[in-house]
Structures are given as structure tokens and as C-alpha cells.
């Protein structure tokens, strides 16, 4: 019914950027809360950043003035600017969103299957 696919990825070194990009597709009427989240090696998923359809953003504390989130509600696009990259900001990366597809009024949570992020000390 949906499908989120994310991109951008890969190795840097600490002090670098990334662009992380997530599209969603699929028959898709309407895209609600739009998100990225984080999974550590060893660790549990994480919150990192959430935006409205409205544009409200949200972060996680430890990556506040260092990322940024924003989407594109034309393209069912969320994005993830990734600046002064730090060795703990490793992990993979998954894009995250609320949405109704033409098959269902309700509201479904779907995810994507991650991009992976090393950052180099």
C-alpha cells in the first residue's frame, strides 16, 4: 500500500555532513507526522527528529543545533541534514511516517528499511 525508502547514507569522518532522504510512494492520500530515527550497535531504536505536515520539528537533545529535519509535502519527502557528525551518531537510520493510503481513511504507521550512517573518529 506504501512504501518509505530512504537514501544518503555512508561513511564520513567525524566533523563532516550527510543528507539523509526518505520518499514515500505507494497510493498515498495524506502524510501526517514524518520522522527519522536511530538504532545504535547494542542499542534500541531512537528517536532523532519528527516534523508536522504543518512544519513543527522536534529532536532528540543530542542532536539539537547539529540536525535538521524537513519534508516536502509535494513529493511525500522528509530530509535530514546531518552536520558536525560525531563518532555516536553511527548507526542505521530509519525514516518513519503517518499516512493514509486510498485503501484505508485510517491513519497507518509504516517504516523504511534503513540507511546506514559510520561516522569515523
Known amino acids: 500500500q506504501a512504501q518509505l525508502v530512504e537514501s544518503g547514507g555512508g561513511l564520513v569522518q567525524a566533523g563532516g555532513s550527510l543528507r539523509l532522504s526518505c520518499a514515500a510512494s505507494g497510493s498515498i492520500t495524506s502524510v501526517n507526522v514524518m520522522g527519522w530515527y536511530r538504532q545504535a550497535p547494542g542499542k534500541e531504536r531512537e528517536l532523532i527528529a519528527i516534523i508536522t505536515g504543518g512544519g513543527r520539528t522536534n529532536y532528540a537533545d543530542s542532536v539539537k543545533g547539529r540536525f535538521t529535519i524537513s519534508r516536502d509535502n509535494a513529493k511525500n519527502a522528509v530530509y535530514l541534514q546531518m552536520n558536525s557528525l560525531k563518532p555516536e551518531d553511527t548507526g542505521v537510520y530509519y525514516c518513519?511516517?503517518?499516512?493514509?493510503?486510498?485503501?484505508?481513511?485510517?491513519?497507518?504507521?509504516?517504516w523504511g528499511n534503513g540507511t546506514l550512517v559510520t561516522v569515523s573518529s
Open positions: 518513519n511516517a503517518d499516512l493514509r493510503t486510498r485503501f484505508s481513511s485510517d491513519l497507518m504507521n509504516y
